[in-house]
């Protein structure tokens, strides 16, 4: 299994770009159209309206 070095996304919306570091820590962006969780255990995501609204930025080792 590839490991996570970094659980982020940004937001088309707003542009934030979001981290989440800890496990079960939900950041949202400044809009709250989108968040991140999972911090290095694994990559979760939601959304309000759509899922185009994330820009998948995550890190991941050994590729
Ligand atoms: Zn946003």
Redo the contacts with the bound molecule.
């Keep these: 299994m590839r490991r996570i070095i970094a659980n982020k996304a940004q ?6 770009i979001i981290e989440s570091k800890v496990r079960t820590q939900r950041v949202k ?6 968040w991140v969780d999972g911090g290095k255990y694994y990559i979760k995501r939601g959304f309000k309206e759509s899922k185009d ?1 994330i820009i998948e930025l995550s890190e991941f080792d050994g590729e």
Excluded: E
């Excluded at 937001?11 to 934030?16: E, L, S």
């Design positions: 937001c088309r919306k707003c542009n934030d962006c400044s809009c709250g159209s989108i609204d």
